[in-house]
Nanobody, 112 residues
Framework: VQLQASGGGLVQAGGSLRLSCVVS????????MDWYRQAPGKEREWVAT???????TYADSVKGRFTITRDNAKSSVYLQMNSLKPEDGAVYYC???????WGQGTQVTVSS
């Protein structure tokens, strides 16, 4: 399984970013996909999930600001992040739920 996350960067508070993750080595359409994040000195934190049936769920901390979507034709999962806050700054990872596989992630930094 290979995971290639991208789209991170530096943004001001209140701004937006769209993260992408291309997945290979699995039957993407048959897998629930998760986004996690990890800030320096903190444990990895679940952010959002999208099921094979396209049903999303969100952590309370991002609900109403983040949107998870998927494109099975492109074996990709996305995370649209709006109204970003400094506390959203972290390395963001995508992962297929049934596999214990983590890519390199993508760094998101939010300046106040």
């Amino acid at each position: 399984v290979q995971l290639q996350a991208s789209g991170g960067g530096l943004v001001q508070a209140g701004g937006s970013l769209r993260l992408s993750c291309v997945v290979s080595g699995i039957i993407f359409s048959g897998n629930t996909m998760d986004w996690y994040r990890q800030a320096p000195g903190k444990e990895r934190e679940w952010v959002a999930t999208i099921t094979q049936m396209d049903i999303p769920t969100y952590a309370d901390s991002v609900k109403g600001r983040f949107t998870i979507t998927r494109d099975n034709a492109k074996s990709s999962v996305y995370l649209q992040m709006n109204s970003l806050k400094p506390e959203d700054g972290a390395v963001y990872y995508c992962t297929p739920r049934r596999y214990n596989v983590w890519g390199q992630g993508t760094q998101v930094t939010v300046s106040s």
